[in-house]
């Protein structure tokens, strides 16, 4: 007698959910999304009319779906909520920098040409951590010492194990006790502020450099970014910038001869050092940017002393989709001081999480919402952002994406081009529900699977044209 073989209750599920009448149309639907790991379900409908004559040219109603509802993306950007998603906002990022260093999206290619840099801004310490250290290829000791001295508190100063970059020790404090949980938790909640001064403040000191007021050094130079953050190991975190030159109109505007990158370097290193925030409290507080800032020429596809405007655009698309899980913590709001200790993360990051909580309870700090950002040890910053003429922007690649979609959409359904006729679109929408239901994760996961794929060989493709 042949075995019947067993299944989990995950494909169980799925196998159910793919017997059911309506699993055809979902399905189109979940690739329409991209694979979305918590797509938004919409009740409602939607009616396109000739306004010219009022005569109803098309209609359509959740109400007729087999579904009952229409499933559309989240557009988290998080990799670990929605990978599909957050791929796409990758794309889209990477398309944002590199558009601002070599043009295109209505940038013009001669900002290539502009002196630009890919600088990186770091967090002062708070105390030593373990670390991957290593040159040459191989991996040194973390902190060897000879003395083997040892804290206050009886611990070893000192560590003398070769850590790998994926070891979990790396980020973890040599001496919880000895480490400045308080300090840390106050970098990251003003880490958004000090960018906003080194922003405002770099123009004076180009005009200090070159001997000019600030008022003749705008007339003929503009300073033009975009940066993302980044949670070191530590659970500190560091900016990543491409800051370039312009002239006085942006990037379709060349810098004078003078503007050149050793004295961008130079300007950036000044600003950097200048810049600090004093906190007010029992214990005054100047957070200042760490002592290593690191600025590193970008050229045109070559990496030769410096990096490539491809290499950078990639590397800032890439931290686009993180944020502090990345360093041991969660992605999700914790409110209660109860909920810390059965959190599956760090102990770092649960000492810096009751830090946040409880800092938040002290009256010199109840402007600083930490309790809301607690999950991010404090952080509460974009975790992208540019300037206004660096680029274009996401919210004109989300658009153009969307009226790709909604041309194709129309000559489905044989309804006129916009610029053609004059037609009037209205909807009405109601939330529906969120995140799949019991079964769908298993065949949402194969699809977005299945897009990844064919994105990544159409890639290959034309690399492959491109040589």
């Known amino acids: 007698m042949r075995e019947v073989p067993s299944f989990s209750a995950d494909v169980l599920a799925a196998m159910e959910r793919a017997a059911m009448p309506d699993f055809g149309r979902w399905r189109r639907m979940v690739y329409a999304t991209g694979g979305c790991a918590q797509p938004v379900r919409l009740h409602g409908e939607r009616i396109t009319v000739d306004a010219g004559t009022g005569e109803v040219l098309d209609v359509y109603r959740t109400a007729d779906e087999p579904t009952g509802f229409l499933l559309t993306a989240c557009g988290n950007r998080r990799a670990s909520r929605c990978p599909a998603c957050s791929a796409t906002y990758k794309d889209d990022t990477y398309h944002l ?16 040409t502009h002196p630009r840099v890919f600088a990186t801004f770091t ?7 373990h670390a991957h250290r290593e040159k040459d290829g191989k991996t040194l000791p973390c902190r060897p010492r000879r003395d083997f ?29 000895c480490y400045d949980y308080e300090g840390a938790v106050l970098w990251n909640a003003h880490a ?5 001064e ?16 600030r008022t003749d050094l705008r007339s003929v130079l503009r300073v033009s970014y975009a940066k993302v953050a980044e949670y070191q190991a530590r659970g500190l975190v560091h900016f990543h910038a491409v800051i370039r030159l312009d002239g006085p109109d942006g990037p379709a505007d060349r810098p004078p001869a003078w503007a050149t990158v050793p004295l961008l370097d130079k300007a950036i290193r000044q ?23 690191d600025v590193r020429p970008v ?64 009256p010199e700090y109840r402007d600083l919402p930490l309790r809301q950002w607690a999950h991010m040890l404090g952080y509460r910053g974009h975790f992208s952002t540019k300037s206004r003429h660096y680029s274009t922007t996401l919210g004109a690649l989300r658009q153009t994406r969307a009226d790709y979609r909604a041309a194709q959409a129309r000559m489905l359904l044989g309804l006129p081009d916009p610029g053609q006729g004059s037609t009037l679109t209205v909807s009405e929408w109601t939330y529906g529900g969120s995140g799949h239901r019991n079964g769908e994760s298993f065949w949402a996961e194969l699809a977005r699977q299945d897009i990844a794929a064919t994105r990544r060989l159409t890639r290959e493709r034309e690399r492959e044209d491109l040589n």
């Open 198 to 213: 080194f922003t405002k403040t770099v123009p004076s000191v180009f005009a200090r450099l070159l001997g000019v007021s």
């Open 149 to 177: 001295p040892i804290c206050e508190h009886g611990r070893p100063e000192g560590c003398g194990a070769r850590h790998e970059r994926d070891d979990l020790q790396v980020g973890q404090p040599l001496c919880v006790s």
């Open 271 to 293: 600003t950097a050092r200048q810049v600090a925030i004093p906190m007010q409290g029992e214990r005054p507080i100047l957070l200042r940017w760490g002592e290593q800032i």
């Open 97 to 112: 920098i590199i558009s601002g260093l070599r043009g295109g999206k209505g940038v013009p290619e001669d900002v290539s």
């Open 299 to 362: 050229y045109v596809s070559t990496d030769l002393d410096g990096m490539s405007d491809r290499r950078v655009a990639s590397y800032v698309a890439k931290y686009a989709t993180k944020g502090a899980e990345s360093a041991g913590t969660v992605d999700r709001p914790v409110r209660h001081m109860w909920e810390v200790r059965n959190l599956d993360v760090t102990e770092h990051a649960r000492r810096m999480i009751y830090t946040c909580l409880l800092l938040n309870d002290l």
């Open 192 to 196: 958004g502020r000090l960018w906003r």
């Open 123 to 129: 967090a002062p310490s708070f105390g030593p951590v």
